[in-house]
């Protein structure tokens, strides 16, 4: 666990990745190798290499050089664009409950406990560990509203070497006393200490940033947006996240608190809270005009299929392929709380179901999704929408390697391998029925952040 040194590092056997095209294609590669810098960058992808032509490729005195076994491959890191940091305690609570219930009931109690630093450290340390075993290399997290505890979060983040954006949540109004900013100005002034101490602990920003996180609007005063699209707007490098047409009975009262709006992307453009770095979580009911506007602006949706389907009372299958159609970034999200499952492999699963949903609820027009598109969602799609981009989501020579090395043959419920499958039945294999368990080491920027010893 650490760097390795001032050595590069070279990886030879399968490689499997999604490539920036049209239609989101997988590059499946048995026999390549990757050659990745000291400070984590990649350097050189040779998509087929004979093993007896690996020495001449590489400078043995300054590379380590590592064979994957016949039954493994690497394949980019898992990036999690939508995630409660502080739900990991409550995850598969409330099943069922509609979205401001499950909210009252379970979440805002459960948030308020993060008050106590030490639970903070508890809680967070687990949390990142766990998503760091589940192969999430890249994480948009929601804090609480706890600077803090927000802190914490970030800390732990680059102690641990996970990428990551980091929110202290907004919330003024409509939450109990106990869960809720004393005033506008502190929410904001609260925001302004969180940005500044991750400015302090990774001054590059070579992992970390902040990201203005308002709750919702429900939670937020319109003087707590408008204060938050300033800082966004003098803070050009930061991303901003919230949740958007989630659930009929969210939209409901939005609109009931901001009647001069006919939408949320009307609402939050007003407030200078929609850019191409605006994450917006769910989107699962959107009016025409709200596309146009989405694509218009460059945001990106974080898909949450699994918290979609299961709590919050959306119980809806979001319009995936009208987003890709229309070429708005689409990343996928755990929602970690707001589901039965934290796993990416799970969220790829049940996107796959829910798109086949929607074919047949819009008879055919939108047509479910193939293996290599939910893929790309997890990952190069995530970066797209984390405008991470130019930095990860898949292997392109001059990106930084966060990678997962994946065994097939570990003990777990994988389906059998079997001797004539080729490699990309393994890997169909795996999406569909592997766990972390098929998961072996975990990189971020090249340095190891979590390894299984076999």
């Given at each position: 666990m ?5 050595k ?13 095209t ?56 898992f ?26 009931a ?22 990142i ?42 919330m ?34 070579k ?58 992307a ?12 605006s ?7 959107m ?27 959306g119980f809806?299958a ?21 589901g039965?499952?934290?796993s ?6 049940q ?23 939910a ?24 990106k930084?390697f ?53």
């Open positions: 650490g760097s390795h040194g001032a590069a590092q070279a990886f030879y056997g399968a490689v499997i990745h999604s490539l920036s049209p239609g989101h294609d997988l590059e499946i590669l048995p026999a390549a190798l990757l050659i990745v810098e000291a400070r984590g960058v990649i350097t050189a992808f040779h998509k087929e290499v004979k093993p007896g032509e690996v020495g001449s490729l590489i400078d043995t005195a300054t590379t380590t050089l590592h064979y994957l076994s016949p039954s493994q491959s690497i394949i980019p890191g990036i999690d664009t939508h995630n409660h940091a502080p739900q990991w305690a409550q995850r598969g609570l409330g099943q069922g409950q509609h979205i401001l219930d499950w909210l009252s379970i979440t805002f109690p459960n948030e308020g406990r993060f008050r106590d630093p030490s639970h903070a450290q508890r809680i967070y340390s687990s949390a560990d766990g998503f760091l075993r589940q192969g999430i290399t890249t994480a948009s997290y929601y804090g609480s509203i706890h600077p803090e505890a927000t802190n914490i979060l970030a800390d732990l983040c680059l102690a641990k070497g996970q990428r990551a954006f980091v929110g202290k949540c907004n003024t109004r409509n939450s109990p006393d106990y869960y809720r900013d004393a005033s506008v100005e502190q929410s904001l002034q609260d925001t302004e200490s969180c940005i500044a101490h991750i400015r302090k602990i990774d001054p590059e920003g992992l970390l940033k902040h990201v203005l996180t308002p709750r919702f609007a429900i939670s937020c005063d319109a003087e707590c947006l408008a204060g938050l699209g300033q800082i966004a707007a003098q803070n050009p490098d930061l991303p901003i996240q919230t949740h958007f047409n989630e659930a009929e009975q969210e939209i409901t009262a939005t609109r009931e608190l901001f009647p001069q709006f006919s939408s949320e009307d609402l939050y453009h007003h407030y200078g809270l929609l850019t191409k770095r994450i917006l979580a769910h989107c699962c009911y009016a025409p005009h709200e596309f146009d506007k989405l694509k218009e602006l460059q945001c990106g949706v974080a898909h949450c299929p699994i918290s979609n389907m299961t709590v919050g009372g809806m979001a319009p995936i392929r009208e987003f890709l159609n229309r070429g708005i970034k689409v990343g996928l999200g755990t929602d970690s709380g707001g039965f499952s934290s990416m492999l799970d969220a790829i699963r996107a796959m179901i829910a798109s086949h949903a929607r074919e047949v609820e819009s008879k055919g027009r939108d047509k479910g999704l193939k293996i290599a598109e893929f790309y969602l997890a990952t190069l799609g995530g970066a797209e929408v984390c405008c991470l981009e130019d930095k990860v989501g898949n292997f392109e020579v001059g930084e966060d990678a997962l090395v994946v065994d097939w043959q570990r003990d777990g419920v994988m389906t059998i391998v079997e001797e004539q499958d080729e490699l990309g039945t393994v890997f169909e294999k795996f999406v569909m029925t592997g766990d972390d368990r098929n998961i072996v080491r975990v990189f971020v920027k090249g340095r190891v952040v979590r390894e299984v010893k076999i």
